[in-house]
């Protein structure tokens, strides 16, 4: 984690901001008068959206999903009362 003042930060931001992007640097404090103010870090978008689908062509879904709800039953709870 790297820690600049407000000249510093101000003086090289396009060059911050690609460090971040690049993922060279994980995220950025901006400190003014020694205290920390601000953080710079990368948007996170990616994950959610290469989320939905990933499981896509791994399994057959049945056409009636309930078709087998007393076989999951009996394998959580055991064989009901005949």
């Known amino acids: 984690m790297k820690v600049l003042n407000m000249r510093e ?3 090289s931001f396009s060059r911050l901001v690609q460090a971040v992007e690049q993922g060279r640097e994980r ?45 999951v039953a009996e394998l959580f709870l055991g064989p009901g009362p005949t």
């Open 9 to 11: 930060a101000k003086s």
């Open 27 to 71: 995220e950025i404090i901006i400190a003014r008068a020694g205290h920390p103010v601000a953080k710079l870090v990368p948007l996170n978008v990616d994950p959610e959206s290469k989320r939905i689908g990933v499981a896509k062509g791994l399994f057959d879904v049945p056409d009636n999903i309930d078709t087998h709800n007393n076989e």
